[in-house]
Structure formats: structure tokens, C-alpha cells
């Protein structure tokens, strides 16, 4: 039992800690005067945009591919629990042989 009760508080140590969203540091900011010169080019050498800068993302694309990540996971989670399972189940029956010798 307290070998079960070390793999369970193992187990979810595991989970907490790769779950736990990571820390945020703030850059050091240094204090120093900066003077910038700014020329204007003639029009004719800055290109016109016609569309907006960056991707245009699809929302039923972003719905599918966030359906698909969860359903990954979920899948994982799955087969993480059925694998914890085993070897539980394994240790269960080895200390039982272990016993009875």
C-alpha cells in the first residue's frame, strides 16, 4: 500500500508539474538616453500594402485544429492512465508472487 500511495503522489506531483503554466520574468530595463533620426523616404520607394499585415486565420480552421488538439490529448491521457494501470497492476501481482514464496 505505500509503495501505491508513493506512484499516486508521484503520479500527481507529474501532472502538476506539467501542467503549471511557466513564469513569466520581466526583462531588466536599462535607463539610457537614445536620440533617433528620422529621414523620411520619398514615396515612390515605400511599397503600397493591399492587404493587412500578418496571416488571415479562418475561424472554423482555428475550431477544427483546436477540436483535433483536445481530442489528441484526450486520447493521450488515455493511454497514459491505461499504462499506469498496467504496471500497477503488474507490481500488484509481483508483490503477491514476492508473498507467497
Known sequence: MAKL???????????????????FAEPVRVQNAVTVAVVHAP???VPVQTQPPGPVLDPAQTDKANSQKTKNK?????????LLAIVIWGRRIRSKKAKSS
Open 5 to 23: 500511495r508513493g506512484l499516486v503522489l508521484v503520479g500527481v506531483l507529474g501532472a502538476v508539474l506539467f501542467t503549471a503554466s511557466p513564469a
Open 43 to 45: 514615396a515612390a520607394l
Open 74 to 82: 484526450l486520447i493521450a491521457g488515455v493511454v497514459a492512465v491505461a
